[in-house]
């Protein structure tokens, strides 16, 4: 079984984890752990996840990571696709919804339909969400800019759910089919405890 090491970092968002494998080289993220409601809670999750180890200093390459997700979720918007990822014991479907789902640039969104006929056999929209809800890696796996029809945002599996989800959008200028820009949602909603 691979080590994953983990730390917490603070965001414009809050305290987010992320954890890598300690053994490759490079190392590869294999969780990214969203605010939770407070910072020992985010710990607490990631932890959990790493098998209750303690936190690690991060490598210089998980380092660089941070930074960049900082800076998106500070709204200087960044492109992931080349960070290197360890999806671990997913299964075949799964890594071709987070394949798909890294390609949506930020400020794009796709709907769970339009993912799922990407697929290989296409459709199965239903396994696209069951998929991205247990999405290790937010925001380098942006499963948050997968929408239902209609453009809705949606579930989202992270503290907060939609209004999480909302929020991610915003920061990209995402813009709803509705016509009405995610930011103009997100300022409506409440932050979630």
Known sequence: MKRNAYCLF???????????????????????????A??????SRIARKCGGRRPSVPPPEIREVIERISRHL????????DVPVDLGETDLLERQVYRATREIAAGQTRTYGEVAKSLSPPGQAQ???????HNPIAIIIP???????GGKPGGF???GGPTTKTRLLAIEGTMF???RRAVELSLSLPFPD
């Open 74 to 81: 500070g709204g200087d918007l960044q492109d992931f696709r």
């Open 177 to 179: 089919s509705s016509g």
């Open 143 to 149: 499963c948050h800019r997968v929408l239902a029809s």
């Open 38 to 43: 407070t910072p020992k809670m985010t710990e």
């Open 127 to 133: 396994a696209v969400g069951q998929a991205l809800a």
């Open 157 to 159: 599996s992270a503290h």
């Open 10 to 36: 603070e965001t414009p968002l809050g305290w987010c984890g992320i954890a890598w494998t300690e053994e490759a080289s490079p190392p590869a993220v294999t969780r990214l752990q969203l605010p939770e």
